[in-house]
């Protein structure tokens, strides 16, 4: 019980964590907590004797235990600054394989200054890329072609001009798709890209390009100062599977670069999805912003498991300056560290959009795949079907009345109706 002491008040440069814990039969929850406690920082199994004083001061401490929710405090110098593989190591690391824990989950973080300032943040954030793609309000979207792997270049960028001519921002690869030997990712960078400036002159719209440098790390530097000489503004990066220190050297390359980083969640699941064990999706948010990217996936209302609950609640610690604690919420003042673009996906269609933007508003980012791509009368009436949503929702339009002089919409909503895919 070392580390049990629930009179204790965290200091401001105590890193705080907020763990769910399910105890084995016969461990207490006190016994429970402190093991946690412990294996995550200084403690082991048996007791140690003759110990540097040192180490006294910078044992954690368990101060609220209330049911099955803990709160940790733990003393900062416990953690190297501006080294997130270092930090998740111990918050996030042997603690999940204890045998005295039936459960466990990470729900939430409360950085201190003194940690926060080692990461860089979002070079660009909300209002940056709003900025560079020169829409002021509502919302952006994206689209990633279908299939989403197994098409090649000449029929990847057949696929692409038709999404930016249908009105969509960004044109994105998804997770998987890197380089295969159905797609060299150096080839179809270049050809997408000379497709984009087209089409930007066709339309004087300013359009983007995610593609995915998802690799190797050194491969993965390649690959982004490849997209900054063709003449790209933001790379897209699976920020889980290329690990924390590749996305750290990923956002110090692109600040050189002055590029933007859009990240995809891929493999959050495995971790997020299990109430009762691993760790939640705020922790991942609170991760993605510190580093340092721009736009990080949410969820959406469709067919990936999303709580509405859940969505509000990462839009708000990706984008406000000062979070308020909540229930699984310790609350924030993120400082000086820019916002970061919400992106919501996954089952997204024309007629789900009012909803989606009563619920989240207008700074969002909406990547919408199949219901552009599965629009019955083609791509760019895909496209022009959520273009056409949007407005109307920003308008105080239903869309059963803007349907009347819009047709993609109109077969969209016949298609599709405004219910979510499973």
Same mark, same amino acid.
């Given at each position: 019980?070392?580390?049990?002491?629930?009179?204790?008040?965290?200091?401001?440069?105590?890193?705080?964590?907020?763990?769910?814990?399910?105890?084995?039969?016969?461990?207490?929850?006190?016994?429970?907590?402190?093991?946690?406690?412990?294996?995550?920082?200084?403690?082991?199994?048996? @007791?140690?004797?003759?110990? %540097?004083?040192?180490?006294?001061? /910078? #044992? &954690? =401490? $368990?101060?609220?235990?209330? *049911?099955?929710?803990?709160?940790?405090?733990?003393?900062?110098?416990?953690?190297?600054?501006?080294?997130?593989?270092?930090?998740?190591?111990?918050?996030?690391?042997?603690?999940?394989?204890?045998?005295?824990?039936?459960?466990?989950?990470?729900?939430?973080?409360?950085?201190?200054?003194?940690?926060?300032?080692?990461?860089?943040?979002?070079?660009?954030?909300?209002?940056?890329?709003?900025?560079?793609? @020169?829409?002021?309000?509502? %919302?952006?979207?994206?689209?990633? /072609? #279908? &299939? =989403? $792997?197994?098409?090649?270049? *000449?029929?990847?960028?057949?696929?692409?001009?038709?999404?930016?001519?249908?009105?969509?921002?960004?044109?994105?690869?998804?997770?998987?798709?890197?380089?295969?030997?159905?797609?060299?990712?150096?080839?179809?960078?270049?050809?997408?890209?000379?497709?984009?400036?087209?089409?930007?002159?066709?339309?004087?719209?300013?359009?983007?390009?995610?593609?995915?440098?998802?690799?190797?790390?050194?491969?993965?530097?390649?690959?982004?100062?490849?997209?900054?000489?063709?003449?790209?503004?933001?790379?897209?990066?699976?920020?889980?599977?290329?690990?924390?220190?590749?996305?750290?050297?990923?956002?110090?390359?692109c600040k050189d670069l002055g590029l933007a980083i859009y990240g995809?969640?891929?493999?959050?699941?495995?971790?997020?999805?299990?109430?009762?064990?691993?760790?939640?999706?705020?922790?991942?948010?609170?991760?993605?912003?510190?580093?340092?990217?721009?736009?990080?996936?949410?969820?959406?209302?469709?067919?990936?498991?999303?709580?509405?609950?859940?969505?509000?609640?990462?839009?708000?610690?990706?984008?406000?300056?000062?979070?308020?604690k909540g229930k699984n919420v310790l609350g924030e003042n993120w400082?000086?560290?820019?916002?970061?673009?919400?992106?919501?996906?996954?089952?997204?269609?024309?007629?789900?959009?009012?909803?989606?933007?009563?619920?989240?508003?207008?700074?969002?980012?909406?990547?919408?795949?199949?219901?552009?791509?599965?629009h019955k009368d083609g791509i760019v009436s895909g496209g022009r079907?959520?273009?056409?949503?949007?407005?109307?929702?920003?308008?105080?339009?239903?869309?059963?009345?803007?349907?009347?002089?819009?047709?993609?919409?109109?077969?969209?909503?016949?298609?599709?109706?405004?219910?979510?895919?499973?």
């Open positions: 019980m070392d580390y049990i002491n629930l009179k204790y008040k965290p200091k401001k440069e105590d890193l705080v964590c907020l763990f769910r814990i399910e105890p084995v039969k016969g461990i207490s929850m006190k016994g429970a907590a402190s093991r946690v406690a412990g294996e995550s920082s200084v403690g082991t199994w048996a @007791k140690l004797y003759n110990l %540097p004083k040192r180490i006294k001061r /910078i #044992k &954690p =401490k $368990v101060f609220e235990i209330k *049911k099955n929710h803990v709160k940790i405090a733990y003393p900062v110098d416990l953690f190297e600054k501006g080294n997130m593989s270092q930090i998740m190591s111990g918050i996030g690391g042997n603690i999940f394989g204890m045998k005295a824990l039936r459960n466990l989950r990470l729900e939430d973080v409360k950085w201190p200054l003194e940690i926060m300032k080692s990461f860089k943040g979002p070079q660009f954030g909300v209002k940056g890329l709003r900025k560079l793609l @020169k829409v002021k309000k509502r %919302p952006l979207t994206a689209t990633v /072609i #279908k &299939p =989403k $792997v197994g098409l090649d270049t *000449k029929e990847y960028c057949k696929s692409g001009r038709l999404i930016w001519e249908s009105g969509m921002d960004f044109l994105k690869n998804d997770e998987n798709m890197t380089s295969q030997k159905f797609i060299n990712f150096y080839k179809t960078t270049k050809k997408v890209l000379k497709i984009r400036d087209s089409i930007e002159k066709e339309t004087g719209e300013k359009k983007m390009y995610l593609a995915n440098v998802s690799s190797e790390t050194k491969e993965m530097l390649k690959r982004a100062k490849f997209v900054k000489d063709n003449g790209g503004e933001i790379v897209m990066v699976d920020i889980l599977t290329v690990g924390f220190s590749g996305l750290q050297t990923l956002r110090n390359e995809h969640r891929a493999f959050h699941s495995t971790f997020t999805r299990n109430v009762k064990h691993g760790i939640s999706m705020m922790v991942v948010a609170d991760l993605a912003r510190l580093i340092g990217v721009d736009a990080v996936h949410i969820g959406g209302m469709g067919k990936l498991i999303s709580p509405k609950e859940e969505l509000y609640l990462l839009k708000e610690e990706l984008e406000k300056k000062d979070v308020k400082g000086g560290i820019k916002p970061t673009f919400p992106v919501t996906s996954g089952g997204l269609h024309a007629g789900i959009i009012p909803r989606l933007i009563k619920l989240l508003g207008t700074d969002i980012l909406m990547q919408v795949g199949g219901g552009v791509m599965g079907s959520v273009r056409q949503a949007i407005d109307a929702t920003l308008q105080g339009i239903s869309l059963n009345e803007y349907k009347k002089e819009h047709p993609e919409l109109r077969s969209a909503l016949e298609l599709w109706g405004n219910k979510t895919p499973i």
